[in-house]
């Protein structure tokens, strides 16, 4: 599948601050890129459910916070796993707020830089935002966040709208039912096939040629 086999693909951890109506906002991200250095532009894919999507729409500027391995899982769980419709998830959180109202996260960051965006791509889950970086840090402290870190070392998860998000994969047993009694056999550790011919339905005791599949 090829879901399985983009797990191999490498990302960094960051996290994106944008201007909301009442407060600043800001969420977990894997998917920072950089495009091109001349002119210098990067891209970030948001889901359109996320309300990071929704206020950077509204004012084509966000900030770029890049996790360290020190910052604490904690941040990431506040960011990454609620959303900036339910309330302030900032309260917690050390961040500063820029000139043009766009919150930086300062949780023990790698470096910060403003982006203003500069085009838009649609996807059918996802918009991407292609913009210019016009301010940031000097310099860079610690070591910035691998998505492999987060998932290998802290034993993190990547939430339904994120794009590296695999749902649970459903157990698949199947189900036969004894056409007298309607008893149904849904064993996953016994197959109904692998069961003796001599077998009977346990509740009316009929022979195991009256099973029907039905699921
Ligand atoms: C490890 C991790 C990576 C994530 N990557 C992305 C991403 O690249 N794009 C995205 O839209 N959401 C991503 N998310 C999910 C958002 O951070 C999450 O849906 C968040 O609650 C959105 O908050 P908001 O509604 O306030 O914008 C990621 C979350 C985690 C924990």
Known sequence: ???????SLSYGMCAVGAKGLTSGNACIVNTVIQISSLPMTIAVSINHSNYTNECIKR???????????????????????????????????????????IPVIQEDICCWFLCRVVNTVETVTHTIFIAEPVAGSESIKGKPMTYDFYINTIKGKSPKYSPTY??????IVERYTCSICKYEHIDPLIPFEELPQSWI??????????FKKTG
């Not at 996790?67 to 050390?94: H, M, P, Q, Y």
């Not at 695999?166 to 157990?171: A, S």
């Not at 339905?201 to 009256?210: E, L, Y």
């Open 1 to 7: 599948m090829y879901d399985k086999i983009l797990t």
């Open 59 to 101: 004012t084509g500027e966000f900030t770029v916070s890049v996790l360290s391995e020190n910052t604490s899982g904690a941040v990431i769980g506040a960011l990454g796993f609620t959303s900036g419709r339910d309330g302030n998830k900032l309260n917690n959180v050390r961040y500063k707020i820029l000139r043009e109202g």
């Open 166 to 171: 695999i749902p649970e994969e459903e157990e």
């Open 201 to 210: 339905c346990p509740i009316c005791g009929a022979p195991k040629s009256v």
